[in-house]
């Protein structure tokens, strides 16, 4: 929409922009997924249900949809048009969750081991058992600052073209 230009010449760094969308993107989700607490407020009132699991699970989602943001993020700077930027996030990202879960149970020896390493799906069902892990909270916040910092990367090669 012609905002980017407005930004660049205001009295604001890359750094400040990028992590301003990051951060209002993040707040947007975390109110959609605070919405889905009502499920939780009902097992607490109908039942005793296991609150650190679900806990931990809500970590999950949280750092999962940072890294989702944070890709989203990235192709969202790559191009003007919402379209291509949609795809170039949307088709990486589910071929990256639900193909690599898939591909890690056909692979076989090295292969396997590394792909076992970044499937998304093998972190996220460990918080869902009621696991916060250290190499599932590095590997999601890891990931997330890699996409952010190649995002500051593209908006600060913006200023020079």
Same mark, same amino acid.
């Given at each position: 929409? &012609?905002?980017?230009?407005?930004? #660049?010449?205001?009295?604001?760094?890359?750094?400040?922009?990028? +992590?301003?969308?990051?951060?209002?993107? /993040?707040?947007?989700?975390?109110? #959609?997924?605070?919405?889905?607490? !009502?499920?939780?407020?009902?097992?607490? !009132? *109908? &039942?005793?249900?296991?609150?650190?699991?679900? @806990?931990?699970?809500?970590? &999950?989602?949280?750092? @999962?949809?940072? /890294?989702?943001?944070?890709?989203?993020? =990235?192709?969202?700077?790559?191009?003007? %048009?919402? !379209?291509?930027?949609?795809?170039?996030?949307?088709?990486? @990202? /589910?071929?990256?969750?639900? *193909?690599?879960?898939?591909?890690?149970? !056909?692979?076989?020896?090295?292969?396997?081991?590394? =792909?076992?390493?970044? %499937?998304? /799906?093998?972190?996220?069902?460990? *918080? %869902?058992?009621?696991?916060?892990?250290?190499?599932?909270?590095? *590997? +999601?916040?890891? $990931?997330?600052?890699? +996409?952010?910092?190649? $995002?500051?990367?593209?908006?600060?090669?913006?200023?020079? @073209?």
């Amino acid at each position: 929409t &012609g905002t980017i230009e407005g930004l #660049l010449t205001a009295p604001v760094t890359e750094t400040q922009i990028v +992590f301003g969308k990051f951060m209002a993107a /993040m707040a947007f989700y975390a109110v #959609l997924l605070a919405g889905t607490l !009502i499920y939780l407020v009902f097992m607490l !009132i *109908f &039942g005793p249900p296991d609150v650190g699991a679900s @806990l931990s699970a809500y970590l &999950g989602l949280l750092l @999962l949809g940072a /890294m989702f943001v944070a890709v989203s993020l =990235l192709s969202s700077s790559l191009t003007r %048009n919402q !379209i291509v930027a949609w795809a170039l996030s949307a088709v990486p @990202l /589910m071929v990256f969750v639900w *193909f690599a879960s898939y591909i890690v149970r !056909i692979a076989e020896g090295s292969w396997r081991y590394v =792909l076992q390493q970044v %499937n998304v /799906m093998r972190y996220l069902d460990q *918080f %869902n058992q009621g696991l916060v892990t250290l190499e599932a909270v590095v *590997f +999601f916040a890891g $990931t997330t600052a890699l +996409f952010v910092f190649l $995002t500051m990367k593209v908006v600060e090669s913006r200023r020079w @073209l």
